[in-house]
Structures are given as structure tokens and as C-alpha cells.
């Protein structure tokens, strides 16, 4: 019983081999980080789980169920989707800076990681880079909406200094309403007093 | 008449994400080669390295093309050649709770890495092709697809 499933899985991979570009297919990956995730392929006929890494499923029509899974070979992989997984770019790289209470200049510790947010940027030559300002929970909206993209813009102001295109940076404000720590109101909190980038 | 203009340029000051809701870009193109556009409004429209992506745009490539954009939420998504894939929703706004993101696989092969959407709500984010979809339970897949099949869109 369990050599015939093999083979029917053989089978089928070779016959995905011979027309490779023509079915329609789905494979489950290892992620950026070495972890497989799951995915679950449904149409009309039914659904199957994928869950193994390389793991493949073959789907003939929106009425017949994907069939069973079967793992596929590097070969037709690269074959099959070698441009698209080439075209991949890198995940993006979060930074948080921290910044004194009530006002926009920045820790100690985070002026040094202004570099790295500086090279990382460079290296990638990112054309996306987002800034968003946050602050803690001490005083009213309007204050804070004001203070956190008046934190914003410092970080931009420093990247656009070192020559970062101003143009491909991205400033918000989210005030007091998005803290990293949960708080009550009026909770004076390091960790809230912040800004966020992302570079893309 | 200036206090009801003060007051509109509050609202404007206060709910930016609402008030620029459909114009806010979804993402933006990080790699390109060949032959790859974006399509808006059923055109082609100018597309680089760096060119901002809308919902419902879509992203098409020659026999000698591929193309990836990197979504706010981290999720990548590439395209190889004589692919096309739609952006039907995407919603980010964690703080509010609005979660979501569609995309749909017209035709050809197409890789995909799942961001914070996937692993804040894995339930918002699906994958749609003319003959399945995919629901994302995490990180990285690819697909290939026929089409185009019976539909157009």
C-alpha cells in the first residue's frame, strides 16, 4: 500500500516534469528564515494542505480537487518557477529609534543606529523607506500627533542630509495612538517614545 | 467661514490614512527586468525600480520579464515571465484592526513570501488563481497557472 503511494507520487512528478509550464501547480517553500509555514490550495473539489517543505500540489480545473500532495524535486522547481523565485527581493529591515521625553532628539544609543539604518539603506539601495513617529501616552492627541512627526521628520531630515533621495522616504505620525507598549492614559513610557523605519 | 476651514483642515491633519485611503500606496516595485508594467486603469503606466503600487493594479510581464513588489506589510510577491497578477485589496492599518490582502494569479508563475498580515491574521490573506485558492497559514510559496482561462479577469 504504501510503495503504490509512493509511486503514484512518482508518477506524477514525472509527468509535471514533462510539461512543466503548462499545469497548474503550487509548491510550499521554506521561508526567508529557514521555517515552513502551511497552506491550505481549495477550489470547488475540495482542499489539500500543504505542509512539508518542497511539498506540491496539481490542480486540474476549479471543480476537480487539487490533488494529493507530492514533493517536488529541486529540478522542476527551478524549472518551473526559477524567474519568479530569482526576482524575489530581499524582506524588508525594521528599525526603532528612541527618542528623550517630550522631545525630538534622540538616545544616545539610537543616534549609533541611525548608521546602520543609513547603510542598510545604501547597501540596499532602497527606493522605499518608511518613518513613522509614535510617542507615549502623556498629554492630548493634538500634542502628541505633533511631537511624533516632529520625531519623524528628524529621522528624515537626517537621511535626506546624508544624501538618501528625500522623494523615496515615506513620514507619518500615529501620536499617542499606536504605543508598542500597551499603557493607561498619561503613562509616561520610554519604550513608546519612538520612531519606526522600514527599508524596503 | 475660517472656523469651518480650520476645522476641515484638522480632519485632514488628524485621519490621514483615512482621508487619503484609496490614493495611499500598497507598495512598490523593488526588482524589474525585461518586459514588466504596471497596469492602472487598464494602461500602462511608467514602471521602474522604486515606482509606487496601488490597490487594484496589476502587474504583467513579456516573454523576458519578471517583476516583485514589496507590499507595506513586508509581504513580497514576484511574477516571472507571461505572468499577470491583480492587487485586488490590501488593507493595513493594525491599530485599527483593518487587515487584508488579496491578490490574484491571472496566469504564469508567481513566488510569494507572506508579511505581518500573515502572522497578525493569517485568515485576511489569500491568493487567488482561475483554478484554486490559497489560503496562507505562512511564509513562502510559488505557483504556477495555465490561463488564461474561462474568465478575463
Known amino acids: 500500500m504504501k510503495a503504490g503511494g509512493t509511486l503514484f507520487l512518482s508518477l506524477l512528478t514525472l509527468f509535471s516534469l514533462a510539461s512543466c509550464a503548462n499545469k497548474n501547480l503550487v509548491v510550499l517553500l521554506p521561508g526567508p528564515e529557514g521555517k515552513t509555514g502551511r497552506i491550505l490550495v481549495s477550489n470547488k473539489g475540495g482542499t489539500q494542505l500543504l505542509s512539508e517543505p518542497k511539498q506540491a500540489t496539481a490542480i486540474q480545473s476549479q471543480t476537480v480537487s487539487p490533488a494529493i500532495p507530492f514533493q517536488m524535486t529541486d529540478e522542476i522547481i527551478r524549472a518551473t518557477y526559477g524567474d519568479a523565485l530569482t526576482a524575489l527581493p530581499l524582506s524588508p529591515t525594521h528599525f526603532i529609534l528612541y527618542f528623550k521625553n517630550g522631545s525630538t532628539e534622540l538616545t544616545e544609543e539610537s543616534r549609533k543606529l541611525l548608521d546602520e539604518v543609513l547603510s542598510t539603506t545604501r547597501y ?35 537621511l535626506v542630509s546624508q544624501g538618501i533621495d528625500p522623494d523615496f522616504i515615506d513620514v507619518t505620525s500615529h501620536g499617542k495612538d499606536n504605543p508598542l507598549v500597551k499603557t493607561d492614559d498619561e503613562v509616561s513610557e520610554p519604550r513608546n517614545r519612538r520612531v519606526e523605519v522600514v527599508v524596503r | 467661514m475660517k472656523r469651518i476651514m480650520l476645522s476641515v483642515i484638522t480632519l485632514f491633519l488628524f485621519c490621514p490614512s483615512f482621508v487619503h485611503a484609496s490614493a495611499t500606496p500598497v507598495g512598490s516595485i523593488r526588482t524589474l527586468k525585461g518586459k514588466a508594467t504596471i497596469i492602472r486603469n487598464k494602461n500602462a503606466v511608467e514602471t521602474k525600480i522604486g515606482s509606487r503600487v496601488f490597490q487594484k493594479d496589476s502587474l504583467k510581464t513579456g516573454a523576458d520579464g519578471s517583476i516583485a513588489i514589496v507590499f507595506k506589510d513586508d509581504t513580497l510577491l514576484s511574477i516571472g515571465p507571461n505572468s499577470e497578477v491583480v492587487i485586488k485589496e490590501f488593507l493595513f492599518s493594525p491599530a485599527e484592526g ?27 490573506v489569500r491568493f487567488e488563481t482561475p483554478v484554486a485558492d490559497i489560503a496562507i497559514r505562512g511564509t513562502k510559496f510559488a505557483v504556477a497557472v495555465e490561463g488564461p482561462v474561462e474568465e478575463s479577469r
Open chain 2, 98 to 124: 483593518k487587515l487584508s490582502i488579496i491578490t490574484r494569479l491571472i496566469k504564469g508563475t508567481s513566488a510569494y513570501i507572506s508579511g505581518i498580515i500573515g502572522k497578525l491574521s493569517p485568515e485576511s
Open chain 1, 124 to 158: 540596499r539601495k532602497s527606493t522605499d523607506v518608511s518613518v513613522v513617529g509614535h510617542t507615549d501616552r502623556v498629554g492630548t492627541r493634538e500634542y502628541n500627533f505633533k511631537l511624533a512627526l516632529g520625531r519623524a521628520e528628524l529621522v528624515k531630515q537626517i
